[in-house]
């Protein structure tokens, strides 16, 4: 399911090229430095915001000549313009699940120490017996 809301982005001229970024809809805030990094902190933000929202519970956009840039929580900090963000919820969330995560095991220091003789990945077994175990 793709998404697209307009977004806020509010140039602050600093020596960072700093945007600070405001989603109406998602009543969300973040920043980013130069557009093509605000862009993807939007997305970011778009995209975490609604990850574990029922398609039923997702905010619908507002229409993009409905923002008052005077509104806006930015409206002093800078130069501010309207753009519209699209955000595949489908792929962000695909994206999110596969990431890998730090976990920590506790293994007696031979297994470790053999382990690293061996030069086996610990990481890669664990995950291996995790797939066996649960079925994948």
Not at 22 to 33: L, M, N, R, S, V
Not at 74 to 92: E, R, W
Request: proline share 4%; charged share 30%; aromatic share 8%.
């Amino acid at each position: 399911m793709n998404v697209i809301y307009p977004v806020i982005f509010t140039e602050t001229n600093d020596k960072k090229a700093t945007i600070l970024i405001e989603i109406p809809d998602i009543k969300g805030f973040t920043e980013g430095y130069g557009i093509a990094d605000a862009i993807n902190m939007a997305k970011d933000f778009i995209g975490n915001s609604l990850f574990d929202k029922l398609n039923s519970e997702i905010p619908a956009p507002s229409r993009i000549d409905s923002i008052d840039l005077k509104k806006s929580e930015f409206a002093k900090a800078g130069k501010s313009f309207v753009s519209l963000v699209d955000v595949d919820l489908d792929m962000f969330r695909q994206i999110e699940k596969s990431r890998n995560v730090r976990r920590n095991i506790t293994l007696p220091q031979w297994l470790d120490d053999m382990s690293r003789k061996a030069k086996i990945n610990v990481s890669a077994v664990t995950q291996n017996a995790l797939k066996k175990t649960l079925g994948f």
